[in-house]
């Protein structure tokens, strides 16, 4: 089975996660970013990034995988905002076949809206079998997301 995993990553965290998780599994990577960057301030990021993500806004995006055809599995790795994805995965799933082909999401956050962020998710993502919850960087409980990230890709393995 091949696999991507497609990520978000404004602070490197979900891009940690998403390098260790490919190691795991094997698996592609694929950045997204946005076109227009997010303000270097962090408080100015926060207030942006979180009213996008209130808003649902869909941001233009590069670096999207093109050749979506080629995997059989889509992983989409991504941090939370306001208790939401951030916004430029919501212009990736846009795509048909990208919604179609994702079964797993993990989701980084440093204020534990992991499962809001999900269910939202869920609800977007028809094939969804798997989740994983990780802590930032900086949270209390950011030293379980090694033993959360194996499970995940143990999950992922099996089906």
């Not at 992983?75 to 179609?100: D, F, H, R």
């Not at 440093?110 to 990780?134: I, M, S």
Request: a positive charge.
């Amino acid at each position: 089975m091949k696999r991507v995993i497609i990520y978000y990553s404004l602070t490197e965290n979900t891009k940690n996660a998403a390098e260790k998780l490919a190691g795991l599994l094997n698996a592609d990577l694929c950045r997204i970013e946005t076109e227009k960057p997010m303000p270097e301030d962090r408080n100015k990021q926060m207030m942006v990034g979180g009213m996008k993500a209130t808003f649902g806004m869909c941001p233009a995006i590069k670096g999207a995988l093109q050749n979506v055809s080629e995997y059989d599995e889509i992983i989409i790795g991504t941090p939370v905002w306001a208790g939401k994805n951030a916004p430029a995965v919501n212009t990736l799933l846009k795509n048909k076949q990208i919604k179609e082909k994702t079964t797993a999401v993990f989701t980084l956050s440093g204020g534990g809206d992991n499962d809001r962020c999900v269910a939202r998710l869920r609800k977007k993502l028809p094939n969804l079998k798997h989740t994983a919850a990780l802590a930032d960087k900086n949270h209390k409980t950011a030293r379980l997301n090694e033993e959360k990230l194996s499970a995940f890709a143990k999950e992922i393995e099996n089906g």
